[in-house]
């Protein structure tokens, strides 16, 4: 694996005010060939002025913003818009997924006295423009599961459309929290109404926090990569996988791959290798690829592939050592993360993530892999 080409699809370093964070990264390619990039743009990765940035490309390399600022008030709250997923309907038009979280009551994401997150939406809203105007703006039915939040892009396979969310807070009022992987199935990428549980520890031990996942063609199975966190023991543990089933709508037991580190996008290549762009924390700080011959059971950690080392290494590493309510403070001194990725062509990859010096200037980046 080669890096051919990296750089910014947004330059926060040149901007002020509410365009110096980039955070949330995310990637589409329209069957036309057009590549967009999706992102959070803010004045801090946790604060009530975020919303979504879309920009084009035709190799991936050159940038342009074509839309910004999402609608971000529903039922009469202001919220922030985190994470813009798109996606191509069938009939060639664009359709976008949306997080949105309630600012109305507080700017902080996680709230450690209840164990909850700020109140959230899924919202789908169309494009018939590529991107450049929003319409027709609605809330997606997550049947009151609490805290759904987007994990990823949207997938079409053989018979229909997924997409990925999880779930965080108390079932009922007085009850613990809990955490759930799951994902929204359409038929017609247009009405999304089935809900399926990908993954969930039977005694809420281990959480699959953020997954990531890609379509195998050569077998039909979705392959899933979890960031996963240990709560009783306040610790990451290795990166977990699991197999999905797109016609029964079942996913294997996760289980860990040896990678240690956070969010893991899977790229599934043509012939039939397998990617894994993915956060790791530890020290050295970095943004790497890795790649296995045989579906993501074992890993070539040798031919590993460091797509952007830390500048400073100053991120505090989270092996136990701080509780579970620090763990979400230290999310906010962060600064690189959120890896994406797509096909090119048969032998190259693009990759997004964001990264910056420190946490108040982050850039949107991308980097072009041969592999």
């Given at each position: 694996?080669r890096?051919?080409?990296?750089?910014?699809?947004?330059?926060a370093?040149?901007?002020?005010?509410?365009?110096?964070?980039?955070?949330?990264?995310?990637?589409?390619?329209?069957?036309?060939?057009?590549?967009?990039?999706?992102?959070?743009?803010g004045?801090?990765?946790?604060?009530?002025?975020?919303?979504g940035?879309?920009?084009?490309?035709?190799?991936?390399?050159?940038?342009?913003?074509?839309f910004?600022?999402?609608?971000?008030?529903?039922?009469?709250?202001?919220g922030?818009?985190?994470?813009?997923?798109?996606?191509?309907?069938?009939?060639?038009?664009?359709?976008?997924?949306?997080?949105?979280?309630?600012?109305?009551?507080?700017?902080?994401?996680?709230?450690?006295?209840?164990?909850?997150?700020?109140?959230?939406?899924?919202?789908?809203?169309?494009?018939?423009?590529?991107?450049?105007?929003?319409t027709?703006?609605?809330?997606?039915?997550?049947?009151?599961?609490p805290?759904?939040?987007?994990?990823?892009?949207?997938?079409?396979?053989?018979?229909?459309?997924?997409?990925?969310?999880?779930?965080?807070?108390?079932?009922?009022?007085?009850?613990?929290?809990?955490?759930?992987?799951?994902?929204?199935?359409?038929?017609?990428?247009?009405?999304?109404?089935?809900?399926?549980?990908?993954?969930?520890?039977?005694?809420?031990?281990?959480?699959?926090?953020?997954?990531?996942?890609?379509?195998?063609?050569?077998?039909?199975?979705?392959?899933?990569?979890?960031?996963?966190?240990?709560?009783?023991?306040?610790?990451?543990?290795?990166?977990?996988?699991?197999?999905?089933?797109?016609?029964?709508?079942?996913?294997?037991?996760?289980?860990?791959?040896?990678?240690?580190?956070?969010?893991?996008?899977?790229?599934?290549?043509?012939?039939?290798?397998?990617?894994?762009?993915?956060?790791?924390?530890?020290?050295?700080?970095?943004?790497?690829?890795?790649?296995?011959?045989?579906?993501?059971?074992?890993?070539?950690?040798?031919?590993?592939?460091?797509?952007?080392?830390?500048?400073?290494?100053?991120?505090?590493?989270?092996?136990?050592?701080?509780?579970?309510?620090?763990?979400?403070?230290?999310?906010?001194?962060?600064?690189?993360?959120?890896?994406?990725?797509?096909?090119?062509?048969?032998?190259?990859?693009?990759?997004?993530?964001?990264?910056?010096?420190?946490?108040?200037?982050?850039?949107?980046?991308?980097?072009?892999?041969?592999?």
């Amino acid at each position: 694996m080669r890096i051919e080409k990296q750089g910014f699809i947004f330059e926060a370093e040149k901007q002020s005010g509410t365009k110096r964070v980039c955070t949330f990264t995310g990637f589409f390619k329209h069957s036309n060939g057009k590549i967009f990039s999706s992102f959070r743009l803010g004045t801090r990765k946790d604060s009530t002025d975020g919303n979504g940035v879309v920009c084009q490309s035709i190799t991936g390399a050159d940038w342009t913003i074509v839309f910004s600022g999402f609608k971000n008030q529903f039922d009469g709250h202001p919220g922030d818009i985190k994470i813009t997923e798109l996606f191509e309907r069938p009939d060639g038009n664009i359709s976008a997924f949306l997080s949105w979280f309630d600012c109305s009551k507080s700017e902080k994401l996680y709230d450690a006295s209840s164990d909850t997150i700020q109140p959230s939406k899924l919202i789908l809203v169309d494009s018939f423009d590529m991107g450049n105007t929003w319409t027709d703006y609605r809330i997606v039915d997550t049947r009151n599961f609490p805290g759904p939040a987007l994990t990823g892009p949207v997938l079409k396979t053989r018979n229909g459309y997924f997409a990925f969310f999880e779930s965080y807070g108390p079932e009922k009022p007085g009850l613990p929290s809990l955490h759930t992987a799951h994902a929204l199935y359409s038929p017609d990428g247009i009405n999304f109404t089935k809900i399926i549980t990908v993954a969930k520890h039977p005694e809420n031990e281990l959480y699959y926090w953020d997954q990531r996942n890609t379509y195998d063609t050569a077998t039909g199975n979705i392959i899933t990569m979890f960031w996963t966190y240990n709560r009783k023991q306040e610790k990451d543990v290795d990166i977990h996988i699991s197999y999905g089933n797109h016609e029964k709508f079942t996913w294997s037991v996760p289980v860990p791959t040896r990678i240690k580190g956070q969010i893991a996008a899977p790229i599934s290549l043509p012939d039939g290798r397998l990617l894994c762009f993915y956060v790791h924390r530890h020290y050295s700080g970095s943004m790497r690829l890795v790649m296995s011959l045989d579906k993501g059971k074992t890993w070539n950690f040798d031919g590993e592939l460091i797509i952007c080392q830390h500048p400073e290494i100053k991120e505090k590493i989270s092996e136990g050592k701080n509780s579970y309510a620090d763990y979400w403070e230290d999310m906010n001194s962060w600064s690189f993360g959120h890896p994406c990725g797509i096909l090119l062509d048969e032998n190259r990859v693009l990759l997004g993530y964001y990264a910056g010096k420190d946490v108040t200037c982050l850039s949107a980046r991308y980097a072009i892999v041969s592999v």
